[in-house]
Antibody
Framework: EVQLLESGGALVQPGGSLRISCAAS????????MSWVRQAPGKGLEWVAA????????YYADSVKGRFTISRDNSKNTLFLEMSSLRGEDTAVYYC??????????????WGQGTTVIVSS | QSVLTQPPSASGTPGQRVTISCSGS????????VYWYQQLPGTAPKLLIY???QRPSGVPDRFSGSKSGTSASLAISGLRSEDEADYYC???????????FGGGTRVTVL
């Protein structure tokens, strides 16, 4: 069974940094692109970042470009999102997602349960 | 404002057919695959429909998807109370080199 388990969500002060992780299991991790999608309280889904199966190419939403970094450790089947210069509008549930192919142009087929990031003083 | 446009709400009585539209452009729906997701209250989204109107195992055939040009639609036939949820369309967008979502449609079973 394919599983994605996020961790690392926390309460962070504005301007602070945080790294969240996603442990993947049940599939050949290297063969699939991965991404992060977030959902602010009471709002819709917003794509944050994606990377290819090899991790060599990354893509970011304009709202996080220059502040967030997506990466993966294929030896540990783990996806990361490094967040810095956090703002109140970054408050959201962050979902780890598996894409249907190695390249990001294909959609998401599996979602994790999410980890909550709250940016507040 | 979402790149893909969905109606904010839709409703129907049990057994009825409900259709949700998703409007985009050549750079997203017009040139890439469209996916549909269902988010039940308090839970993570799950894949409902993927390209060429395919459904993951466990998704009933009451759900179907279609695409024409720069628009797509999701149809729910034989509406049931457990279909009350938020529904999102999504597609890769070549102009922004990223994924775009619709704003979501809340389906209510009257």
């Amino acid at each position: 069974e394919v599983q994605l388990l996020e961790s690392g969500g926390a309460l962070v002060q504005p301007g602070g940094s945080l790294r969240i992780s996603c442990a993947a299991s049940g599939f050949s991790f290297t063969n699939f692109g991965m991404s992060w999608v977030r959902q602010a309280p009471g709002k819709g889904l917003e794509w944050v970042a994606a990377l290819t199966g090899s991790g060599t190419r990354t893509y970011y939403a304009d709202s996080v470009k220059g502040r967030f970094t997506i990466s993966r450790d294929n030896s540990k089947n783990t996806l990361f999102l490094e967040m810095s210069s956090l703002r109140g509008e970054d408050t959201a549930v962050y979902y780890c997602t598996k894409r249907t192919r190695a390249e990001p142009g294909y959609g998401i087929d599996v979602w994790g349960q999410g980890t909550t990031v709250i940016v507040s003083s | 404002q979402s790149v893909l446009t969905q109606p904010p709400s839709a409703s129907g009585t049990p057994g009825q057919r409900v259709t949700i539209s998703c409007s985009g452009s050549d750079s997203n729906i017009g040139g890439n695959y469209v996916y549909w997701y269902q988010q039940l209250p308090g839970t993570a989204p799950k894949l409902l429909i993927y390209p060429d109107n395919q459904r993951p195992s466990g998704v009933p055939d009451r759900f179907s998807g279609s695409k024409s040009g720069t628009s797509a639609s999701l149809a729910i036939s034989g509406l049931r109370s457990e279909d009350e949820a938020d529904y999102y369309c999504a597609a890769w967008d070549d102009s922004v080199t990223g994924e775009v979502f619709g704003g979501g449609t809340r389906v209510t079973v009257l």
